[in-house]
């Protein structure tokens, strides 16, 4: 790239018509002679500012992002004897605002984090920032990931690293070079909320959400033949699961499902029929996890795509790019060899899974709400009103210490319970951490919705417009719910969390 040339301010100051425009921003010269005609907000208000330093009104009116897509093709230049005063951070740096990052990447000492955990969460992050401009347009434009940016996330072994730690990781690369018997649930934990910190819910639940979940079933339960065949097909990107157990009739009462799977003469396949919705990630994958009644009870199944199921988009609050469907199986012929488990013990492998996908939505949730707190701070401290910097307000901080300490607990919580699943078995999982995940999930989406309400007075009219400086805001306050729902809602965790405390419960304790 050619050095920049320097001009003086006085210089500058000379190109403020219509045909002839530049303007400076953080000590930056940009020419927007051409740019001015598609300015969103219209020339006018560029030609105005002709010549001058922008710098407060840009920051005042437009995400960092709008400077970076735009730069490479209008920028000419730097005023002499001036050096930039504003970071644009590079691809995978970590942030310096307050709260922005967990405690341990501000500084504080941690006994379970270390440098592998810190250098991978700048290689996932690096790898997402490079991909955000594709997000932000899918998120925008309801488009569903790409399968060659699904192949891409599959090669880097971004995928494989939102599934977990265990054998199905062997051979394949991890991004920051982590080797894969050293990768742990705290670096998936990284993976979720890095994820969720694309700031773009649609197209994130469209790229990690169905396999998180559609997978599982296939590595814990299917044959050796099956988990050969499927598991490195998906954490390679080249096919996409989704998990389908939901139904018009069931949904957290997962017993109550109707989808049906009768077993053929010969007895070597079952014709599946039913329906499912709110499937997520089904409307463009390529297999199914599938829960269905048979002769014995709940059964899972592992089902291929073919021409007897059809896959319709449901609207939601978030972007179609989830590829959230209602899906219709009719007379689908499925092998009995793809079984997950045993006939009639489907509900056990629904279940077996459940612990592992309430923690990684703990994990989301707190990704996600940590870049709300992050663009508070940021906008509050560039924002002017009646003369002050919002940051300045009382109100203002008081919002932003109400986030902060409710963030804070949740995120503790939920680092030692990550330290208990890397430090339990299965079985001592199950009877220890059902409850407090539960709980966690349940105090962690109450905490998102008292942050989504205090972002959104903090960014006013802004928290409530799908572009612009708010785009996060809006998108997160349309969306958290969905945390508050997927995988056990609020008021079933709750519940669950008191009564897996109740069986504990000492027979001789009295007030």
């Known amino acids: 790239m050619p050095e920049l040339k320097s001009y003086t301010r006085a210089e500058v100051a000379k190109h403020n018509t219509e045909d002839d425009l530049w303007l400076i921003i953080d000590g930056a010269v940009y020419n927007v ?19 001058k330093d922008v710098t407060e009104d840009f920051y005042g009116l437009h995400r960092q992002e709008v400077l970076v897509k735009y730069a490479p093709r209008i920028k000419i230049g730097v005023i002499e004897g001036e050096v930039s005063q504003v970071n ?35 290689s996932i992050r690096a790898i997402y920032d490079e991909i955000k401009p594709e997000a932000i347009q899918a998120e925008d434009q309801g488009t569903y990931p790409s399968k060659e940016l699904y192949a891409k996330l599959g090669e880097a072994g971004v995928l494989a690293t939102q599934i977990g730690p265990g054998p199905w990781l062997k051979g394949l690369k991890l991004p920051g070079g982590i080797e894969p018997e050293k990768f742990d649930y705290f670096h998936e934990l990284i993976a979720h909320q890095e994820t969720a910190r694309l700031g773009t819910p649609g197209f994130c639940d469209g790229i990690s959400s169905g396999y998180s979940i559609g997978l599982p079933p296939i590595f814990n339960f299917g044959s050796p033949a099956l988990k050969a065949k499927v598991v490195p097909e998906v954490l390679l990107g080249k096919k996409r699961i989704c998990l389908a157990i939901t139904e018009p009739y069931a949904g957290s009462d997962v017993a109550r499902i109707r989808a049906t799977a009768t077993r053929t003469a010969d007895g070597k396949h079952f014709i599946l029929n ?29 089902v291929e795509r073919d021409d007897n199921i059809e896959t319709k988009q449901i609207k ?93 607990a949740v995120e503790n919580w939920l680092e030692n319970i990550t330290y208990q699943m890397c430090n339990m078995s299965y079985a001592e999982q199950s009877v220890k951490l059902a409850g407090p995940i539960a709980l966690l999930k349940y105090q962690t989406t109450r905490v998102a919705h008292n942050v989504s309400d205090d972002a959104c007075q903090i960014f006013g009219g802004r928290g409530i417009t799908k572009t612009g400086m708010g785009r996060a805001v809006e998108a997160f306050q ?34």
């Open 274 to 302: 039913g329906v499912k919705k709110w499937i997520t990630n089904g409307v463009f994958c390529d297999y199914f996890t599938v829960a269905a009644t048979t002769e014995k009870g709940m059964t899972m199944f592992f």
């Open 316 to 408: 939601t609050s978030y972007s179609p790019s989830a590829g959230t469907s209602y899906i219709t199986f009719e007379n689908v012929k499925v092998p009995a060899e793809n079984i997950l488990g045993k006939e009639g013990q489907g509900f056990q492998v629904i279940m077996y899974n459940f612990n592992h996908e309430r923690w990684y939505i703990c994990g989301a949730v707190t990704g996600g709400t940590r870049a709300i707190i992050e663009d508070c701070f940021k906008w509050a401290n560039q924002r002017k009103v009646f003369g002050k910097r919002l940051i300045d307000q009382p109100v203002i901080r008081n919002k932003l210490a109400a986030m902060v300490a409710q963030l804070e």
């Open 33 to 51: 002679s051409t740019f001015a005609q598609l300015h969103p907000g219209g020339s006018q208000i560029l030609v105005e500012l002709g010549g």
């Open 478 to 511: 349309r969306t958290y719910k969905f945390g508050a729902i997927l995988g056990g809602s609020e008021e079933i965790m709750a519940d669950l969390g008191i009564r897996q405390a109740m069986k504990q419960f000492p027979a001789n304790a009295r007030l």
């Open 88 to 122: 644009i951070p590079a691809h995978g740096e970590l942030s310096t605002v307050p709260y922005a990052e967990p405690s341990f990447w501000m500084g504080f000492k941690s006994p379970y984090f270390n440098d592998s955990h810190t250098h991978f969460r700048q």
